[in-house]
């Protein structure tokens, strides 16, 4: 059996919100589409990874800079997720003649 030496870090939702600049309802209302994927602390309350407030930073581009709203953010985001991954298969695969 393994035992961390040091706990994670991690943010609470008004860290977290303060953080990211969004109001904590609206980082609740990301958490139930499936956009941010916080986890639960021993009281049950969200808890975020500091690699979540890139994830924030990515959707507010989307939905500020492209008026994209947020149900239809998490399908946006799974193709340039798709897009990145072909890209960098082409860049990986040997040339052809």
């Not at 609470?12 to 639960?40: C, F, I, K, Q």
């Not at 021993?42 to 959707?59: D, H, K, N, T």
């Not at 798709?82 to 990986?92: F, S």
Request: proline share 5%.
């Amino acid at each position: 059996m393994t035992y961390a030496l040091v706990r994670p870090v991690r943010l609470d939702l008004n860290s977290y919100a303060r953080a990211t600049g969004l109001h904590p309802e609206v980082v609740r209302r990301l958490v139930v589409l499936g956009l941010l994927e916080p986890v639960r602390d021993a009281r049950g309350e969200l808890c975020f990874s500091p690699a979540q407030v890139a994830v924030a930073a990515r959707i507010r581009r989307l939905h500020d800079g492209l008026s994209i709203n947020y149900a239809a953010i998490g399908l946006v985001i799974d193709l340039l997720d798709r897009i990145d991954t072909l890209e960098a298969a082409l860049r990986t695969a040997a040339p052809r003649h």
